[in-house]
């Protein structure tokens, strides 16, 4: 897993090999942020970073000059993986917090992000309830992106919000606006 662009280019970041989550391969990190960058100018942004994982995507955010990256994961193990990184790579504008992503999202309710990003468990029984999670609680700014990852089988083009589905290789991704 890699930085793919910005202060931090090419930094490698190694977790553990017990590591669960499942990373946004760089392939389809590198494909998504070349499509994010012609919507938006990531500099300066606020980002929301949903069930963070292993962090490679507020790491991302960080390197290409958000002004602040709201992290939040549920799982111990990788929570203390994403600060510990964070911490080593200097980005002190990203707030990891170790919580249930739906409880964070009520308690985020009004505050408002530039762009969404949920990468969640394929498995995860509520992964259609994401975007209700996010609009709901009014988290999108306006002119704001959210993007959820997702499996195949998923589908959220009847949302009312959806905009586009980009897929690289294996990996679906479901923009919103």
Do not use: W
């Not at 942020?33 to 995507?57: C, H, K």
């Not at 790491?59 to 994961?73: C, D, T």
């Amino acid at each position: 897993m890699r930085i793919i662009s910005g202060s931090h280019r090419g930094r490698q970041i190694f977790p553990d090999k017990s590591f669960s989550a499942r990373p946004t391969t760089d392939f389809a990190k590198e494909n998504l942020f070349n499509v994010l960058t012609n919507y938006m100018d990531l500099e300066d942004i606020s980002a929301l970073d949903l069930f963070s994982g292993t962090g490679s995507i507020s790491y991302e955010f960080a390197s290409r000059g958000a002004r602040e990256i709201v992290s939040i994961e549920q799982n111990y193990k990788h929570y203390m993986f994403i600060r510990r990184t964070a911490k080593e790579l200097g980005f002190k504008h990203i707030k990891i917090y170790k919580t249930d992503v739906f409880i964070a999202c009520k308690k985020l309710k009004g505050r408002k992000f530039d762009l969404i990003f949920a990468d969640p468990p394929y498995k995860l029984d509520k992964i259609d309830d994401i975007p209700a999670a996010i609009f709901d609680n009014e988290l999108l700014a306006e002119n704001g992106i959210a993007i959820i990852e997702h499996p195949a089988n998923t589908d959220f083009s009847s949302h009312p919000r959806f905009s586009e589905h980009r897929q690289y290789g294996s990996v679906n991704f479901s923009l919103f606006r």
